[in-house]
Every structure is written in C-alpha cells, then in structure tokens.
C-alpha cells in the first residue's frame, strides 16, 4: 500500500497518530466504512485504549457517525468533507448513506486491503478504467481463458475451475473458483 505523505501530514492535522492517519486514508480511499476490529487488525493491536481513543476522537470532531448492524456490531462511517479534502478525494461519494448491500461490500473490500497490505490498489476511478480498458488488460484476460480452455479439453469436459470477472460500480476484481465449472 501506498500512503502519500502530504495526505498523512493532513489527516495528523486534526490530532490523529500515524497509525490512525493510515488507517483513515486507507478507509477513506478504498471504503468509506470500517469497524473497529479491522482498525485493530490494521494496527496489529488489542483491544481497548487505542481503538477507545480513535472512536472518540472521530466522533468528537464529528468526522464519522456509527450505526449498529446484526446484533451488536458498530459500523463506522467517515462523513466528514474536511478528511477527504484533507486525502484530496472531495469527490468520492462514500460520505453519502448506503443500502447495507453496499456497506457489506465496502467493509468486505476494506477487509481484503487489510488482510493484504503488501498489494497496490486503484484508488481512483481513473486509474480502475484506465485498467480495465486497457489492452493489457484484455490480452491477459483472453490468454487466460484460452489457457483454462485448453486444459479443459486435455482432462476432458468436467474439469472445474473458472476465472471470473466482477465489475461493480468501478471496481474491478478477478478470482479463480475451483467449484464453479468455467462457462
């Protein structure tokens, strides 16, 4: 992961650590929600005064708001305009209220950034389109696909195993299921 400096300094402006400032850029470019067991997961700490001390800050400066899905999970939305003009997003809409479809796959998403640190990740929609319209792109998508083909006939018609493609609302994500028979 790449975290731009000047966007750190910006975020520490409103008394946030380091490790919060990350965690903040990283939420505000890639998700919009998060809960505290991924900050913790993020930071590689325990539970209890660090995480207590982002959570009021945010709600202190108003910057997030939480709400309480399934039971008794909070479900933290950054809101304010001031952190991501601070990151230089003022255009991203996750400041704006979501179906809890769409929360789920934000957090699900944030969750694999978190789980994967040593990856890079589109941050904007630019970059995502120029990526998916690329010729690249599509090279390594059709050899692929003659690749699994191939394989295909040799260990006969029954063979599982399918890449596929999700493209939703600018995100784009590749996977190879071994359940799912390619089509």
Request: charged letters at 30%; hydrophobic letters at 35%; glycine letters at 4%.
């Amino acid at each position: 992961m790449h975290f731009p400096p000047e966007r750190l300094i910006a975020l520490r402006t409103f008394g946030y650590t380091e490790a919060e400032a990350r965690f903040l850029y990283l939420v505000a470019a890639h998700s919009g929600y998060f809960t505290v067991r991924q900050f913790l997961e993020f930071t590689q700490a325990r539970s209890g005064k660090r995480n207590a001390q982002l959570v009021e800050k945010l709600c202190r400066l108003g910057h997030a708001s939480a709400r309480r899905y399934l039971r008794r999970n909070l479900v933290f939305q950054l809101r304010s305009r001031q952190i991501y003009a601070a990151i230089g997003k003022e255009h991203l809409r996750h400041r704006r209220d979501h179906d809890l479809a769409h929360i789920k796959t934000r957090l699900l998403a944030l969750d694999f950034i978190v789980a994967h640190p040593e990856e890079s990740y589109f941050e904007s929609p630019e970059e995502k389109r120029h990526c998916s319209k690329s010729l690249w792109t599509r090279k390594f998508l059709t050899k692929i696909r003659k690749e699994r083909k191939s394989e295909q006939k040799q260990t006969n018609a029954n063979t599982k195993g399918a890449i596929s493609i999700l493209v939703s609302k600018g995100t784009l994500l590749f996977w190879f299921d071994t359940n799912r028979p390619e089509p």
